[in-house]
């Protein structure tokens, strides 16, 4: 009987049954136990086949199994991975030596019996291949790309001008294509006024707005609810609050009327679902919808094609800062686990880094030490 998901199967530990291509059948066994562990542990099944399916690339490439795998069968993958006809970016390569290194620990944990029965079937045991130092570090340096960034607040009054402009223009003609520019505006809005991911704007319902008991004079828009927030290491999708901010305020407005008949009630399809973005055929706009919709208005107002939409949460993050929020606070509001990850999304402008240091020179000179010197 197995003590817990994961362990090693009860046919391989009898030593009166012979296996046929042992290496083969014990290697297969491994990977099906390592599922069961990994569901057992509630991780994603998108995140199991992909870790999966990098274990046997690797075992593939390095020509060996678990138990003869060493140190430098680690580089020599990830350096072919990284210098291919495709180069591979170092977040997905560090996906790769996560997963490698997830499947070592496993086989090496005593708990599964997996160490015992490579020493007694095959004379070796498998051991931990993937360390600190062969294997991709998360650092500032390459966790986001060079080019992005966030907007700027007048590149971001152009971008909302031009979303607008797209619905007068369209409603002037009188195309039906007015009511999803407006929806889009409206979107793009209240992803900046969040700092929304594009998957978190996409499956927001009306449910999800709440009032805020220390402001009440947002109402029910004083707080969101997001519950599709991005998972951490294949847990699948997180909850978070997102609190209205005062420099946000507008967005109470724009939602008050969006949850109206005027709004998204003009939509045929309103009535199909809770999705805060209906369609004009089906209950709820996709996220390449979204992305389509963007790029369109981002030519029209003449901005810079580095600017996505995930942009719009670099410069929620950004302008937050710039009015002086605690970063913990605002950390928390995006959903980030770390303090750095937050940092990376920061852009603070040219003016708010004078006035910064304008403020600590002036509060400098000031200071009673300096009074006597004079």
Known sequence: MELLPGRIPDF??????????????????MLDRWRAQMLARGLTTAFIRSSCRTVERFRDHANEYPWRWSAHHVDDFL????????????????????????????LTDSRYGWAALCE????????QVVFEWNSPRHTTDDAVPPRRRAFTKTELQAFFDAADDVVDTEFAKGSKRW???????????VAYAYGLRRRELAMLEDVDFGPNPHVPAFGAFGSLQVRWAKGTKGSGPRRRTVLT?????????????WL???GRGRFATADRSQSLWPSERSASAAVRNFDRSFQSVRKL???????????????????????????????????????????????????????????MIAARIGSPENEGRN
């Open 245 to 257: 901010v005062p420099e946000f305020e507008w967005v109470v407005d724009l939602l008050r009327f």
């Open 79 to 106: 350096s072919d991975q990284r210098g291919g006809a495709g180069p591979l970016s170092l977040s997905t390569l560090r996906s790769y030596a996560g997963a490698i290194r997830a499947f070592c620990a496993y």
């Open 301 to 359: 107002a003449g901005l810079p094609e580095e600017l996505s939409l995930h942009a719009l949460r670099h410069s929620y993050v950004t302008h937050l800062i710039e009015a002086g929020y605690d970063p913990l606070f605002v950390q928390q509001q995006v959903g980030h686990s770390y303090s750095s990850t937050t940092a990376l999304y920061t852009s603070v402008s040219s003016d708010f880094k004078h006035r910064t240091i304008q403020r």
């Open 120 to 127: 007694r079937v095959f004379a070796d045991v498998p051991t």
């Open 260 to 262: 109206s008949p005027a």
């Open 12 to 29: 391989l530990t009898d030593q009166d049954v012979g296996l046929l291509r042992a290496e083969d059948r014990v290697f297969e066994a």
């Open 179 to 189: 009511l999803p520019a407006m929806r889009d505006s409206v979107a793009f809005k």
